[in-house]
């Protein structure tokens, strides 16, 4: 359910938004759907990373030219050990680990500040 | 305590937010770039040939429609020249808004703003010279020329236009990997674009170098080594031209012609000239062509890069119809045709750039002696900002002459007070003139009449444009300002005390070296010398080598029925007229070394055609040798150490056919052995095979072949956007052959067009695309056929209803009201 709504939320608003559109949402999204701390980190993270990935590779297959490869060549001029490695799995890991740092912490930042406004009772 | 314990995810998630946006050091912002909304994976394009559409700009005053063809080239109808304008600056801005951005903040000397402070010293260097200083003086004259400041206007607007437009995601990825966004344009910035180009065609000097060489060895030796006249050369004004005119009074040679510097340690860091910058064209008369009309054909070589330095299109309103190739940031055509004529350039290359000795009266700067008083010098101070915000300082003094680029004080222990710097007198600092207004012009011509009064506003530096038209006529003019010298004037360093040191005016534009209609059929230009030693006017003392234009006059000489197509294979030509020249004597002393000439190399040396071809190994022996050579010839006697000029290629092969017993080929570091010619030749041979079978291990048809070894590379104007960049083209040429293509630079437009009573046939292309973007498969699409040798049939449309297979979609930008 969170995992969906992120996905959902984040995809629109990202059209629109900023690039740190997805904080808001994980924020959001878990402020009002109340979960344990951990869980809620780890599918903030997971949907904004799958968001992140699943639109790249859509964009990478669709396009006529590999800009990929050649933006993922900029990092990795210094690196032969990275030569081989695809660019589009590059370009996914470093957009994974960017996005879901920031909306797994996001994420875990609406969980707990709805506990700062609404103590668990009992 | 509970506060900290449920805000920390909160401040932590804000903490990487602003991580990720911003650079740290040489690392793009991560979060702006890898999110797929708005980072590089929106420049990749999906389909850029579909899809017709309509955009409403504010500032425009009728409807502009722009056709796409199958190559990406905007084909611009308009309704007047304003929206003419306007629209080609949409256009472009498009396409190309980061480069011609990059462009201006070089020329500007603001480059530190962008990648910080690793580009200060070229930025202090681009400063120093004046260039920004000259283009906003230019660009506040141009305000009162009411042609001029209309199309810069409109073109800015246009430019704007595109950048209001642009969000985020929309920019170019430069500015995405970079983490800048992009200024409001302006008809200064245009400017800008035609000063960086001023730069690249004029901006180097061998004045210090040759000075050394006249301090170390004497004038004799100079006037020996350095002659001002080559032994072999094809002028581009044919031998026996009688000059048509009464020239002005040329002023005398002073007693002095020099004022060397005290000390050979100052920093004089103007780069020497660089001699891969040079171009092509020429243009044959009816008389020589198939269709009894002329054609012509121009090839400006220059560094390769993408984007490119060219941006193919057609503008046509009511007044104009011309297609061509536009430099990137600057309005109208540069290099093309319209329905009655045709035009090009290549560079003229005299010495528009002296350097003058100033005396200081003491060390605030503040006057210098000159004819006999002190005068006040001019002082500037130039701020570089950073990237991180931070700004540095920098003072710079000017002369009546120009700008003291450099000026370095002695050591304390040498007459401390009165530091010693050269200010340089540079025709690109010149304000006067309009050069965008040649172009205007020459985009309106009709006729010969046209063309020279077009010719009339340019300033500089001199090109040669060649010219011809459907009424018959085929020209060329060296034209732009060229200063009035006495002989050898600024061939060395000069004395800024002396008036007689100044330049002493200008040669009239009417006697700049020029030809119309001549016998023999044809007109041409490689940089070599304007005109033989029968022009009254010193110009330089030393052009472009003669051997692309020998080759370039003995085709064209030989030439009937031309068709482009010749045309096109001369501008392929792989012909090394040296090697024609030196190679058989160079081999008759190779052959005396028994090593050398059993060997497989001597042997590829021997056989081979004097082509530069792609495959060719002799070229790569020769071409590789050659440098070798001339080290082994001079190295000794003007060592790199000492910063003194080595004579010209023209001089050495001169020396080495006819003068083999000359003192130069014995080495002076070797006191107790005398060296001869063949002991030169044979171990310069040995060092530059040793070196070859280094790098590319034992000869053979495919590791020696000419364009493996050669290795011609286009990359990206950032130098460290290598994958941006295409490396291992392969292809023959070289820098002395028509088809100049070497590792880094070479034909950066080929032209061919083929002049019509009814409507002119032509063919272009350039090593590149029409797309900056490197997530455009418009991006360098035309490489290959560049290396190939191919030529694309240009599409010139008549009317913008006109029906062609090749247009793909449709502009259409209608005013916006306000």
């Known amino acids: ?122 | 305590m509970r506060l900290i314990k449920h805000l920390w995810p909160l401040f932590f998630a804000l903490l990487l937010i602003y991580t990720f946006n911003r650079s740290w050091g040489v690392i793009p912002p991560l979060g702006k770039l890898f999110n797929p909304f708005v980072g590089f994976l929106q420049n990749a394009e999906r389909n850029p040939d579909r899809g017709n559409g309509e955009v409403a700009l504010e500032g425009l005053h009728g409807k502009v429609t722009v056709w796409y063809d199958d190559n990406a080239v905007p084909h611009i109808f308009a309704q007047n020249d304003d929206d003419l304008y306007f629209a080609q600056g949409y256009v472009i801005a498009k396409d190309r808004l980061w480069q011609m951005e990059f462009y201006t903040r070089v020329a500007a000397g603001r480059l530190t703003e962008v990648v910080g402070p690793g580009a200060l010293e070229y930025d202090r260097y681009n400063r120093r010279i004046g260039m920004a200083r000259t283009a906003a003086a230019i660009a506040d004259r141009l305000k009162n020329d009411t042609v001029a400041n209309r199309i810069l206007e409109a073109y800015a607007a246009g430019v704007n236009a595109y950048i209001r437009q642009l969000s985020d995601k929309d920019l170019p990825v430069e500015y995405k990997l970079l983490n800048y966004k992009p200024e409001p344009w302006s008809s200064y910035k245009s400017i800008l674009m035609l000063m960086n180009m001023r730069h690249t065609l004029n901006g180097g000097s061998n004045d210090s170098r040759i000075t050394n060489v006249l301090a170390k060895y004497g004038p004799d030796v100079v006037a020996g080594l350095f002659p001002d006249y080559p032994a072999i050369e094809s002028p581009i004004v044919p031998q026996g031209t009688p000059w048509a005119f009464s020239p002005v009074a040329i002023p005398a040679v002073p007693d002095t012609v020099t004022a060397p510097p005290d000390t050979g340690l100052f920093a004089f860091a103007v780069p020497e000239p660089h001699p891969e910058v040079g171009s092509n064209n020429w243009a044959v008369s009816g008389s020589k062509s198939a269709t009894g009309l002329p054609i012509l054909a121009n090839d400006p070589h220059l560094q390769l890069t993408l984007p490119s330095i060219w941006y193919q299109m057609q503008l046509s309103s009511p007044n104009v119809n011309v297609y061509g190739v536009a430099l990137p940031g600057t309005p109208a055509i540069i290099i093309g045709f319209n329905k009655d004529i045709a035009w090009g350039v290549t560079n003229t290359g005299s010495d528009v750039m002296d350097f003058y000795r100033v005396r200081f009266r003491d060390s605030t700067l503040n006057a210098y002696w000159h004819d006999g008083a002190w005068k006040p010098t001019i002082r500037y101070t130039e701020s570089y900002r950073m990237k991180d915000g931070s700004q540095v300082l920098d003072t710079l003094y000017y002369t009546h002459q120009g700008p003291i680029v450099y000026h370095k004080k002695q050591s304390t222990n040498y007459a401390p007070n009165i530091p010693v710097g050269y200010a340089m007198r540079w025709v690109a600092n010149e304000t006067d003139g309009a050069d965008v207004l040649t172009f205007y012009y020459l985009n309106r011509a009709t006729n010969y009449e046209d063309y020279r009064k077009a010719l009339t506003y340019f300033t500089a530096p001199a090109q040669n444009f060649v010219f011809s038209s459907n009424g018959g006529d085929i020209a060329i003019v060296s034209n732009g300002k060229l200063p009035l010298k006495w002989r050898e004037q600024g061939k060395f360093l000069l004395d800024g005390t002396l008036a007689a040191h100044d330049w002493q005016g200008w040669i009239p534009r009417e006697q700049n070296p020029g030809v119309k209609n001549p016998p023999r059929g044809f007109v041409s230009s490689a940089n070599q010398f304007p005109a033989d030693t029968t022009y009254p006017y010193y110009l330089d003392w030393r052009f472009a080598h003669s051997s692309r234009a020998i080759r370039i006059n003995e085709r064209l000489d030989a030439m009937v029925r031309a068709t482009a197509d010749s045309l096109r294979m001369l501008q392929n030509d792989n012909f090394n007229v040296d090697a024609r020249r030196i190679l058989p004597r160079l081999l008759v002393s190779l052959a005396l070394d028994d090593s050398i000439r059993h060997s497989a190399e001597y042997d590829a040396l021997e056989r081979w055609n004097y082509r530069n071809d792609a495959d060719a190994v002799g070229a790569t022996i020769f071409e590789s040798w050659l440098g070798d050579l001339l080290r082994g010839v001079w190295g000794d006697e003007f060592p790199a150490s000492e910063r003194l000029l080595y004579p010209s290629l023209d001089r050495t092969f001169e020396l080495i056919n006819h003068e083999p017993g000359a003192k130069w080929f014995d080495r002076v570091d070797t006191p107790d052995t005398v060296e001869n010619i063949d002991d030169i030749i044979c171990s310069s041979f040995k060092t530059a095979m040793a070196e070859l079978r280094e790098r590319f291990g034992e000869i053979s048809a495919r590791n020696w072949a000419w364009s493996n070894v050669k290795q011609t590379r286009i990359m990206h104007l950032v130098p460290s956007f290598t994958s941006f960049g295409r490396t291992n083209v392969m292809n023959g040429g070289g820098s002395g052959v028509v088809n100049a293509t070497s590792g880094t630079h070479g034909p950066s437009w080929r032209m061919v067009v083929q002049l019509d009573t009814d409507w002119p046939v032509a063919y272009g292309l350039y090593p590149g695309g029409q797309s900056g973007n490197p997530g455009s498969k418009y991006y360098d699409n035309m490489i290959d056929r560049w290396a190939a040798g191919q030529l694309d049939t240009l599409l010139f449309m008549k009317h913008a209803d006109e029906q062609s297979g090749r247009l793909l979609r449709r502009i259409l930008l209608t005013p916006k009201d306000r």
Do not use: E, N
């Open chain 1, 1 to 122: 359910m969170l995992y969906t709504l992120i996905l959902l939320l984040g995809g629109v608003s990202s059209y629109f938004g900023p690039w740190w559109t997805i904080a808001p949402v994980c924020f959001v999204s878990c402020f009002f759907l109340p979960r344990k701390p951990v869980p809620a980190f780890w599918t903030s993270a997971f949907a904004s990373a799958t968001l992140w990935i699943g639109y790249s590779i859509y964009l990478h297959l669709g396009a006529q030219t590999d800009l990929t490869s050649r933006v993922a060549g900029i990092f990795t001029a210094g690196l032969p050990a990275l030569a081989d490695v695809p660019a589009i799995a590059l370009v996914s890991i470093i957009a994974a680990c960017v996005a879901g740092l920031i909306g797994g912490f996001s994420g875990l930042a609406g969980v707990k500040i709805s506990q700062l406004t609404r103590p668990p009772r009992g």
